[in-house]
């Protein structure tokens, strides 16, 4: 939702002193997870607790949640575009040894 | 120059709410390039991950995970602090906003320390990427791509933090002006956005340098140090 003219969004502390425990706990959990072994997985469990820690930082300590729809589109498209990234680097790199190699 | 009336509006928006939206666009317009900045580094990481993945595994083993995991802590201190400094910015209290940026600034300034710390061992322990490179007593290997890009992605966020602590300056210096009021806090709005993308770099960074080797090791046996 955009915010009403001249009239400032002011988040109550109390979601801000919960986002921060929520990456404080985030923070504990992925280095108690990271000595677990959970095979080709940990990675992934690692990576999913950094996403949800940088989704919560997006969307309250850095207002996305109620920055106008087109903010919110800005925001989201430069997530897109990294993914762009490694999709069309990683189909190259890791399916260069699927295919033959013509003289 | 764009002439600037009392209320901060520059001359060429109709008012401080369409002001503060352009700006914000114009701020995630900039983060999204560093986002594909960073992300060049992280794509780089996978691909030589994939390629060398024990020696991913040993340079990881090399890093200290109790400093990395304090200032990963430190950090989201400081982002708590400039959420709060903004906060009181939106409220029009100059003076916290000075104090909250001071201390985010400090805060800062505890991360980059502990990482000078954790940048000598590596220099003491010959893990800087060249000629004097030695890994497990043997010169070269793998393990210099690990920590060539460790000490990039790292180096590059430091720089960032650096940056960021000389814009907290520029808002210390502008709160003590007050001003900051509820209706145009744009400019410590922004800097916040910038801050905050620094610490979401690092929440990505902290798992995929310092933890990735861990596992199958108990906690303390190798956190960090040459053995």
Redesign the interface.
Known sequence: MS?E??H????P?KI??A??AT??AG?WL??WV?????GWL??PV??A??IV??GV??L????VKW??K??ML??A???V??LT??AF??QD??TRSWLPVYE | MSSVDATGLAHHFE???QQR?SA??GM??F??TE??FF??L??AY??YR?MYPEAWDNGSRELD?FLG?VN??VL??S??T???AV?CA??GNNKQVAGFTLLTMVLGFVFLGVKVIEYKAKYDHHLIPGPGFMYGGHAGGHEQIFFALYFTMTGMHAFHMIIGAGLMIWVILRALKNSYT??N?THV?MI??YW??V??VW??L???LY??G??????GAATGGHH
């Open positions: 915010s003219h001249s400032p969004h002011i988040t502390i801000y002193l986002v921060f990456l404080i923070t992925t280095y990271a000595y677990k072994d959970f940990n990675t690692a990576m607790i950094a820690k940088a930082v997006v309250y300590f850095m207002h920055q106008s087109l903010t800005y925001a498209g430069g997530f575009w990294l990234l490694f680097t990683l790199y890791f | 008012d401080l709410e939206e914000t666009l995630w317009a983060l999204i986002i594909m992300g060049g992280f794509g996978v691909v994939t995970v995991a990963t802590t989201i201190g982002s708590l400039m959420a709060l906060r939106a409220k509820p209706q806090h709005e916040g956005l905050h993308f610490d979401i929440i990505f902290f798992p995929l933890l990735l861990r596992h199958g090791h108990a906690i």
